[in-house]
T-cell receptor
């Protein structure tokens, strides 16, 4: 079945690293994504990782994928107050269903960065 | 500006009424997706259209319907509205199959049913 879970809240001090975790249930997921939602705005794609990769780094962002445990994480280095937002992980079932590539989103993790 | 336009931004209406939410996808994108975001249920997939045809249906109520027009814009129709339909409704677009670049989201329509 399709289920993506995240912890609801994370609070970190400015300058520290943040690690947001996500677990998913479907091992056939091909792409996994991280989106950011700021207050009053839509979701913005931060990064994605293909399922045959273990890690992807993009500036301050590092994505780790453990396929065996179906665990995805997003690490934000040197977290800033501007990083305060809700972070969603999502999986694509593009190979599971030929006709669609809909994304299944997690519940979202609210990251609060304090000075 | 993401390139995906949703109108209106805010909508307040009474129970039992019908509303139409509109979405213009990013130029060149053939797929349109509708999602509902409520406080207690996160982001729920409603429906997907690809080049005018329905491709996938999620947790969409029978009171809700959608369509995609030849110019690729899409409308989500919500009828017999209930208080529980109050939510943020997002539209997203992509180039179609192979959404490895993810979606581009609009800024949403906030619907309040009173």
């Amino acid at each position: 079945g399709e289920d993506v879970e995240q912890s609801l809240f994370l609070s970190v001090r400015e300058g520290d690293s943040s690690v947001i975790n996500c677990t998913y249930t479907d091992s056939s997921s091909t792409y996994l994504y991280w989106y950011k939602q700021e207050p009053g705005a839509g979701l913005q794609l931060l990064t994605y990782i293909f399922s045959n990769m273990d890690m992807k780094q993009d500036q301050r962002l590092t994505v780790l994928l453990n396929k065996k445990d179906k665990h995805l994480s997003l690490r934000i280095a040197d977290t800033q107050t501007g990083d305060s937002a809700i972070y969603f992980c999502a999986e694509s079932d593009a190979l599971r269903s030929y006709n669609t590539d809909k994304l299944i989103f997690g519940t979202g993790t609210r990251l609060q960065v304090f000075p | 500006d993401s390139g995906v336009t949703q109108t209106p931004k805010h909508l307040i209406t009474a129970t039992g009424q019908r509303v139409t939410l509109r979405c213009s996808p990013r130029s060149g994108d053939l797929s349109v997706y509708w999602y509902q975001q409520s406080l207690d249920q996160g982001l729920q997939f409603l429906i997907q259209y690809y080049n005018g045809e329905e491709r996938a249906k999620g947790n969409i109520l029978e009171r809700f319907s959608a369509q995609q027009f030849p110019d690729l814009h899409s409308e989500l129709n919500l009828s017999s509205l209930e208080l529980g339909d109050s939510a943020l409704y997002f539209c997203a677009s992509s180039g179609g199959r192979g959404a490895y670049n993810g979606y581009t989201f609009g800024s949403g329509t906030r619907l309040t049913v009173v």
